[in-house]
């Protein structure tokens, strides 16, 4: 066991490129155009990573808050108004890659989550 303790693992190298993919995500989070599956594969990736030095991240189940949610259906519903259909298609795709079903109905845009 003393030996393997001997062997330079990179420890340091390994957790600056996990630091180094979070401050990507983050910065990539706040651009004004974001695409849901990118984030979400990110996320994954630095969960497989950090697993790596015994670290499990807090779930949160990789949903969207309702609000934001709603946020994003008021965005694409101004789109449609404008006729601007490739990004109401594209707020539509990002949401679905999310687990998130859009169900336009007389009274308005609904929404309901799917079982991934």
């Given at each position: 066991?003393?030996?393997?303790?001997?062997?330079?693992?990179?420890?340091?190298?390994?957790?600056?490129?996990?630091?180094?993919?979070?401050?990507?995500?983050?910065?990539?989070?706040?651009?004004?155009?974001?695409?849901?599956?990118?984030?979400?594969?990110?996320?994954?990736?630095?969960?497989?990573?950090?697993?790596?030095?015994?670290?499990?991240?807090?779930?949160?189940?990789?949903?969207l808050?309702?609000e934001?949610?709603?946020?994003?259906?008021?965005?694409?519903?101004?789109?449609?108004?404008?006729?601007?259909?490739?990004?109401?298609?594209?707020?539509?795709?990002?949401?679905?890659?999310?687990?998130?079903?859009l169900?336009?109905?007389?009274?308005?845009?609904?929404?309901?989550?799917?079982?991934?």
């Amino acid at each position: 066991f003393t030996e393997a303790m001997d062997d330079d693992i990179n420890v340091q190298n390994g957790i600056t490129v996990v630091y180094e993919l979070v401050k990507f995500a983050n910065v990539y989070a706040q651009q004004e155009a974001v695409k849901a599956a990118a984030l979400t594969e990110m996320k994954k990736l630095i969960a497989e990573l950090v697993s790596i030095f015994g670290v499990k991240l807090a779930s949160s189940d990789n949903e969207l808050n309702d609000e934001h949610i709603q946020a994003l259906i008021d965005e694409r519903n101004e789109a449609r108004k404008n006729k601007d259909f490739t990004r109401s298609d594209q707020i539509r795709d990002e949401l679905k890659a999310q687990g998130i079903i859009l169900e336009d109905t007389p009274q308005g845009t609904r929404f309901k989550r799917v079982k991934k």
